[in-house]
């Protein structure tokens, strides 16, 4: 069974960065059938995904266009976790941050973390 | 505002039946069999409950059903029951740089 435990605060001051963490246990983060992602839910935007990490004999990792600027996804190997930084931060960037698995190409979450509720606030 | 369309709001008796429509465009929707479903009940992360547009993983009830046609996806759940109030999320691959979009939700009440 599949369990992704997240970790990181909940109040960041604005300008600041944004950093959460994703421990996978049940799976390997360097799996060559699974992808990484964040995503994100605030009551104005919905559901955003963010952005992934995945292994397919090298490392790859995309993010959405609207974050791209001030994003990084890093895959740690010796801790089997993956972590977000966001950077510059806003209010418009408080939600709810989750991770979750995709296994396989049809880009279906099938494992979510908890969930962490982030406020950007001074 | 999300890339996709669904109604704000649905409502059923129990034992009833209802569809949640998700509407995209032909770059998405339109041109992938690549719709995920999700139910999130309050302060609990989604769950999976459709994915490629109708097939239901392990353990999720045959009540619930998903198809599509052109660019609009469609979520069934038969036989309402007071633990289906939840609300209800549409998503699709886009095969662009925007990757994935979900749809802003749908709160069902289950009356």
């Known amino acids: 069974q599949v369990q992704l435990q997240q970790s990181g605060p909940g109040l960041v001051k604005p300008s600041q960065t944004l950093a959460l963490t994703c421990d996978i246990s049940?799976?390997?983060?360097?799996?060559?059938?699974?992808?990484w992602n964040w995503i994100r839910q605030s009551p104005s935007r919905g559901l955003e995904w963010l952005g992934r990490?995945?292994?397919?004999?090298?490392?790859?990792?995309d993010y959405a266009v609207s974050v791209k600027s001030r994003i990084n996804i890093n895959p740690d190997t010796s801790k089997n976790q993956f972590s977000l930084q966001l950077n510059s931060v806003t209010p418009e960037d408080t939600a709810v941050y989750y991770c979750?698995?995709?296994?396989?190409?049809?880009?279906?979450?099938?494992?979510w973390g908890q969930g962490i509720p982030v406020t950007v606030s001074s | 505002q999300s890339a996709l369309t669904q109604p704000a709001s649905v409502s059923g008796s129990p034992g009833q039946s209802i569809t949640i429509s998700c509407t995209g465009t032909?770059?998405?929707?339109?041109?992938?069999?690549?719709v995920s479903w999700y139910q999130q009940h309050p302060g609990n992360a989604p769950k999976l409950i459709i994915s490629?547009?109708?097939d239901r993983p392990s353990g999720v009830s045959n009540r619930f059903s998903g198809s599509k046609s052109g660019n609009t996806a469609s979520l069934t759940i038969s036989g309402l029951q007071a633990e289906d109030e939840a609300d209800y999320h549409c998503?699709?691959?886009?095969?662009?740089?925007?990757?994935?979009?979900f749809g802003g939700g749908t709160k069902l009440t289950v009356l």
């Open positions: 979750a698995r995709v296994f396989g190409y049809h880009w279906k979450f099938d494992y």
């Open positions: 049940g799976d390997s983060v360097s799996s060559n059938s699974a992808a």
């Open positions: 990490a995945y292994y397919r004999s090298k490392w790859y990792i």
């Open positions: 032909s770059s998405d929707i339109g041109s992938y069999e690549l």
């Open positions: 490629e547009v109708s």
């Open positions: 998503c699709s691959y886009t095969g662009t740089a925007t990757y994935v979009v």
